[in-house]
């Protein structure tokens, strides 16, 4: 089992950049798929990045371009770069990993996740 926790949130203006981090403990994270996934008041979580055990990426639309996810399987974190950020970014950011039979796998799909952080929350503001 691997413990998650996020962190790096905070308030920041429109146009301005964060960076998340999810520290990993208890095994490995080189040997799980992980996700960014964020939750908005009011509105179901969704997830916004992935990245597989062997470093491919996948982007939600709305956040190609301004997100990077990465991992540093020699500190055994996660990361999310997020720039150019708007307000509709505005939300729980949660990081997860997954359970995967290849190193190519990953999913958008949250019930695919075996383990979830705490989530740090992001405001943008106008």
């Known amino acids: 089992q691997v413990q998650l926790v996020e962190s790096g949130g905070g308030l920041v203006q429109a146009g301005g950049s964060l960076r998340l981090s999810c520290a990993a403990s208890g095994r490995t994270l080189s040997a799980y798929a992980m996700g960014w996934f964020r939750q908005a008041p009011g509105k179901e979580r969704e997830c916004v990045a992935s990245i597989t055990r062997d470093g491919r990426s996948v982007y939600a639309d709305s956040v190609k371009g301004r997100l990077a996810i990465s991992r540093d399987n020699a500190k055994n974190t996660g990361n999310l770069q997020m720039s150019s950020l708007e307000p509709e970014d505005t939300a729980v950011y949660y990081c997860?990993?997954?359970?995967?039979?290849?190193?190519?796998?990953?999913?958008?799909?949250?019930?695919?996740?075996?383990?979830w952080g705490q989530g740090t929350q992001v405001t943008v503001s106008s």
């Open positions: 997860a990993a997954m359970i995967t039979t290849g190193p190519s796998i990953y999913s958008a799909k949250q019930r695919q996740y075996d383990f």
